[in-house]
């Protein structure tokens, strides 16, 4: 099982919905950056397939695709891959954000 984690502004501004982290934002920030590409569905593939609707920004490491989903006002990542941790973290620096899990 991978551990989950969120990036969030909560914790800095005391649960104020007035520092929600903007799709509008994660459009700038992500858009600026070559190893981010945004997309509106993200497909699974295994043994069956499946598609979740939402605001995706995939991370290209290498041949792995790691999806940062927007939600709610705040980004949520899986720490599946070591490689995400310090790229979280990273996100988090740059949106003045905190990493929590869940």
């Known amino acids: 099982m991978s551990q989950r984690y969120?990036?969030?502004r909560e914790i800095k501004s005391g649960g104020s919905q007035d520092a929600a982290i903007t799709l509008e934002?994660?459009?700038r920030y992500f858009g600026a950056?070559?190893?981010f590409a945004y997309t509106s569905v993200?497909?699974?593939t295994g043994a069956t397939t499946m598609s979740i609707e939402g605001d995706f920004f995939m991370w290209s490491h290498g041949s792995d695709r790691i999806p940062?989903?927007?939600y709610q006002g705040d980004l949520y990542v899986s720490g599946t891959n070591e490689a995400v941790i310090p790229m979280m973290l990273e996100v988090?620096?740059?949106l003045e954000a905190d990493v929590v899990e869940g």
């Open 25 to 27: 934002e994660c459009k």
């Open 92 to 94: 988090a620096s740059e």
């Open 42 to 44: 993200f497909t699974v």
């Open 33 to 35: 950056r070559p190893d």
């Open 6 to 8: 969120r990036i969030t």
């Open 68 to 70: 940062f989903r927007h």
